[in-house]
């Protein structure tokens, strides 16, 4: 069996039970950080914890020689560990798939997401969440400034009055970034202040699930120039906001009654 676990938001211990009992029961277990991050604990950490080795595998090796952990699965019973929910990447659902068609029985334990959190946290209504979208490093994507996608997805949810969450970009081992680099929120806001509009409203989310995590609203000009400490960071860029909503970006999110009586619906 291949068994694909959730690890949760922040540490070796925010999965859920469902999640660590499959761990404790697994003969071999596989994990993959290139996509999100535990941002309280390493793999030693998830080790010690677990009581398991863990093969931390690369995006080529999950993506292009998933052979070993496929195989073993043929045999054991095999976790695959990913930060957050396992199912969020499109690249965990075709090891599934590739495991599946060799006949290998599979199931999904899931765990708290970023984008579960940033509702949460923010007091944004989940259901008023359009397309999110992904602002990448200008060095990543060749050339200056915001993707044309990016904005696209930030208006057109606007037109519809629904929120926009901005997944940050991350790189792991890259050698332009000398290793791993997360994309700050004051970063990204800086970037859709210069190339798209310095006065809309931004709400960062910093180390959602993490005991220091930080929320904070403003416009995004000012977002820009706060330090919003460590990884891992989500922007939120909303429509109009629900009375409900304006009230708790004032209380849970520090922002400043002027800008958020022009985001009144």
């Known amino acids: 069996m291949l068994t694909f676990v959730g690890l949760g938001l922040y540490d070796e211990r925010s999965v859920t039970v469902a999640g660590a009992d499959a761990i404790a029961a697994a003969d ?4 993959e ?8 604990a390493d793999v030693a950490d998830l080790e010690a914890y677990h009581g398991i ?14 052979e070993p952990m496929l195989a073993a699965a043929e045999t054991e019973d095999v976790v695959f560990l990913t930060a957050g929910d396992t199912m969020i990447s499109t690249t965990h659902v075709d090891l599934r798939l590739r495991a599946e068609d060799r006949g290998v029985e599979t199931r999904v334990i899931h765990a708290p997401t970023a984008e579960s959190a940033a509702s949460s946290l923010t007091g944004l209504q989940n259901y008023r969440f359009g397309k ?42 890259h050698p332009r970034a000398d290793g791993d680099e997360y994309m700050t929120a004051s970063h990204a806001a ?9 006065d809309a409203i931004g709400v960062v989310v910093a180390r959602a699930g ?19 400490g460590d990884p891992l960071h989500l922007l939120v860029v909303p429509g109009d906001l629900h009375h409900v909503e304006a009230d708790a970006l004032a209380g849970l999110a520090d922002a400043p009654a002027n800008v958020l009586d022009e985001y009144r619906d």
């Open 132 to 173: 999110a979208t992904t602002l990448p490093f200008e060095w990543a994507h060749g050339a200056d400034g915001v993707p044309s996608s990016v904005v696209d997805a930030i208006e057109a949810n606007r037109e519809r009055d629904l929120h926009t969450l901005c997944y940050l970009d991350i790189k792991v081992d």
């Open 190 to 198: 800086g970037l859709l202040a210069d190339h798209w509009d310095p």
């Open 210 to 228: 993490a005991p220091d995590a930080t929320v904070r609203a403003n416009r995004l000009a000012a977002l820009a120039d706060e330090d919003f």
């Open 28 to 31: 071999r277990a596989f994990a």
């Open 33 to 40: 950080f290139y996509t999100s991050r535990l941002v309280g």
């Open 53 to 66: 080795d863990v093969e931390v595998r690369d995006r080529a090796g999950v993506e292009q020689d998933p």
